[in-house]
T-cell receptor
Framework: EAQVTQNPRYLITVTGKKLTVTCSQN?????MSWYRQDPGLGLRQIYY???????DKGDVPEGYKVSRKEKRNFPLILESPSPNQTSLYFC????????????FGPGTRLTVL | AQSVTQPDIHITVSEGASLELRCNYS??????LFWYVQSPGQGLQLLLK????DTLVQGIKGFEAEFKRSQSSFNLRKPSVHWSDAAEYFC???????????WGAGTKLIIKP
C-alpha cells in the first residue's frame, strides 16, 4: 500500500530537549516536504527536498532542521524546541512538479511545555 | 502577492443539503488548483485538481469544483452532503514549474442532522 508514515503520532516534550520526527514514504517519490498546521493559518511549509541531499527552506524554517540522506526518509529535527513550535506537523511526498498529487502522512501532534 | 483565501472559517449545513465552499486565489502564473480534505485525526487527502481543459472538474466522494478565471475562484460543491463529509477542507494553488503549494486557511464543515 502506498503510504507516508510519521512517527511518533503524539509527542509531549519540554523546552530545549532535542527531538526528531521521522517521515518515510514507499512510493519512490523525489519530492518531500514538512508542513505545520495551526488553527486559522492553514498549512505552512517548513522545509522541502527535491531529491537526496537537496533541501531548501519553506515559509517557516526557523527552529527546524531536516536531512535527506535516503530517498524514502525525510526526518524533521527540532534542536531546541520552544512552546511556539507546539503544532500539528505533516509530512508529504509527491512524484511530480506542481501538478501532481501530494500524499500526506497522518500527522504528528507536538506539544512543547 | 500570491495567496489563497477561503472566506468561510466554518460552514454549517443540514444533512442532505447542498454545499458550496469558496476559494479565491491570487497567483502570477497559470494556476494549478487543488482541494484537499482533512477528516478528524487524519492527514489530508486529495479531493480533486484542475490543471487545464474543462473548467468543471469532478472529484472523489461526489464533489466537484468549477474554475472561473475571471473571478479567480475555484469553488467546491456537492449537491447533497452526508454526515461523513464533516471535515476541514483546504484549497491550494501551485504552478507547473515548481513543487510548492500555497494553501488557504481551511473551511471547517459541520453537518447538522
Amino acid at each position: 500500500e502506498a503510504q507516508v508514515t510519521q512517527n511518533p503520532r503524539y509527542l509531549i516534550t519540554v523546552t530545549g530537549k532535542k527531538l526528531t520526527v521521522t517521515c518515510s514514504q514507499n512510493m519512490n517519490h523525489e519530492y518531500m516536504s514538512w508542513y505545520r498546521q495551526d488553527p486559522g493559518l492553514g498549512l505552512r511549509q517548513i522545509y522541502y527536498s527535491m531529491n537526496v541531499e537537496v533541501t531548501d527552506k519553506g515559509d517557516v524554517p526557523e527552529g527546524y532542521k531536516v536531512s535527506r540522506k535516503e530517498k524514502r526518509n525525510f526526518p524533521l529535527i527540532l534542536e531546541s524546541p520552544s512552546p511556539n513550535q507546539t503544532s500539528l506537523y505533516f509530512c508529504a511526498s509527491t512524484s511530480g512538479l506542481g501538478q501532481d498529487t501530494q500524499y500526506f502522512g497522518p500527522g504528528t501532534r507536538l506539544t512543547v511545555l | 502577492a500570491q495567496s489563497v483565501t477561503q472566506p468561510d472559517i466554518h460552514i454549517t449545513v443540514s444533512e442532505g443539503a447542498s454545499l458550496e465552499l469558496r476559494c479565491n486565489y491570487s497567483y502570477g502564473a497559470t494556476p494549478y488548483l487543488f482541494w484537499y480534505v482533512q477528516s478528524p485525526g487524519q492527514g489530508l487527502q486529495l479531493l480533486l485538481k484542475y490543471f487545464s481543459g474543462d473548467t468543471l472538474v469532478q472529484g472523489i466522494k461526489g464533489f466537484e469544483a468549477e474554475f472561473k478565471r475571471s473571478q479567480s475562484s475555484f469553488n467546491l460543491r456537492k449537491p447533497s452532503v452526508h454526515w461523513s463529509d464533516a471535515a476541514e477542507y483546504f484549497c491550494a494553488v501551485g504552478a507547473r514549474s515548481n513543487y510548492q503549494l500555497i494553501w488557504g486557511a481551511g473551511t471547517k464543515l459541520i453537518i447538522k442532522p
